[in-house]
């Protein structure tokens, strides 16, 4: 399972970050990324890391949400500065995950987290 945590209220212009720990059975995990959604609005890719490192972001978080991962700890951050009131949505992590024994891998999400830009 994905376990996100870290949301919260934050004012707009600060920071805040956000973590996705994934646990169970794992042999190896591949891409992990994080997703936004807003209300009424459909889910959308922020940011991914692959497990070598590189990182991809959209455009409207460039210069402002940086992706890490912890492979040791199976474990997916994102930091988040300067945060606008359009940033406010429910964030998901999501992580390719290959169980141990098997040889495919499969798209694990976690249960999201809240994130509310508001002064």
């Known amino acids: 399972q994905l376990q996100a945590s870290g949301g919260g209220l934050v004012q707009p212009g600060g920071s805040l970050m956000i973590s996705c720990a994934a646990s169970?059975?794992?042999?190896?995990?591949?891409?992990m990324g994080w997703y936004r959604q807003a209300p009424g609005k459909r889910r959308e890719l922020d940011a991914v890391?692959?497990?070598?490192?590189?990182?991809n972001y959209a455009e409207s978080v460039k210069g402002r949400f940086t992706i890490s991962r912890d492979n040791a700890k199976n474990t997916v951050y994102l930091q988040m500065s300067n945060l606008k009131p359009e940033d406010t949505a429910v964030y998901y992590c999501?992580?390719?995950?290959?169980?141990?024994?098997?040889?495919?891998?499969?798209?694990?999400w976690g249960q999201g987290t809240l994130v509310t830009v508001s002064s």
């Open positions: 999501n992580s390719a995950i290959v169980e141990l024994g098997k040889s495919y891998e499969y798209s694990l």
């Open positions: 169970g059975s794992i042999f190896s995990i591949n891409d």
């Open positions: 890391i692959t497990s070598g490192g590189r990182r």
